[in-house]
């Protein structure tokens, strides 16, 4: 599983001019399923981004949790965290995981970032989608799920 966190003063997804997610302060998920992820790395990148402390305190270092300062979760399902572009001039998105598989896990990520007491807004998972967001530093941090052995 990969996360680009990007964490933002104000976001929003828009589909077919809908609007279906929309955060103030907080951070934007673009999340990445692959092949072998599992519940365990759901988890674990949840617990991860739950408790990172990347917000500042009043000395002005990255000391607070979002949950600290009253953030909320805007998460996008981007199968294209998993393009190989090492061939040709075309990605290959062999690495990503079918949508059959990736949808429901997002979903349950999704759900376990609300067990650690955050609001979660969403895009549409498959959707064309219009990511709109005023990046907060900038601050933008990979996460990655535990290496499997």
Do not use: C
């Amino acid at each position: 599983m990969r996360v680009v966190l990007q964490r933002s003063k104000q976001a929003s997804v828009t589909v077919d001019g809908q609007v279906t997610g929309a955060i103030d302060k907080g951070y934007v998920l673009l999340v990445g399923i692959t092949h072998s992820d599992t519940l365990e790395d759901i988890q674990y990148v949840a617990k991860k981004i739950a408790d990172l402390r990347i917000w500042e305190d009043e000395d002005g270092k990255m000391n607070r949790a979002i949950h600290e300062v009253g953030g909320a979760i805007l998460s996008v399902s981007q199968f294209t965290l998993y393009a190989d572009t090492r061939k040709g001039k075309r990605p290959s998105f062999v690495e990503a995981a079918r949508p059959e598989q990736a949808e429901p896990l997002w979903q349950a990520f999704n759900k376990q970032l609300t067990t650690h007491g955050l609001q979660v807004e969403t895009g549409v998972f498959g959707a064309m989608m219009d990511v709109a967001l005023i990046n907060d530093g900038p601050v933008t941090i990979i996460i990655e799920s535990k290496v499997k052995s």
